[in-house]
């Protein structure tokens, strides 16, 4: 079960972009099907894994490697 669904961008901004700026708290994963996420906070994701379940793209709008990188697991169920 997953706490947050993305499908096309479905809150405003740009077409077909997410944009997750602040620290998230919720509980569950988060399931990207189509659109662009961009994550601009290492904890945006929350706790859950990021599942990858169609077209679709991942950005970061801050430097995620070193002591910055997403905390999540990503499974990518998508034929990427």
């Known amino acids: 079960s997953y706490s947050l669904r993305i ?8 077409a077909g972009i997410v944009a997750l700026n602040q620290a998230n708290t919720y509980t569950g994963g988060t399931q990207l099907a189509r659109g662009i996420l961009e994550v601009g906070n290492k904890d ?21 490697s070193g002591p910055s990188s997403l905390p999540n697991n990503v499974i990518l169920n998508a034929n990427l």
Do not use: M, Q
């Open 7 to 14: 499908n096309d961008g479905v809150w405003g901004g740009t």
């Open 44 to 64: 945006a994701l929350s706790s859950g894994d990021l599942t990858v379940v169609g077209a679709a793209s991942l950005r970061s709008s801050i430097d995620l």
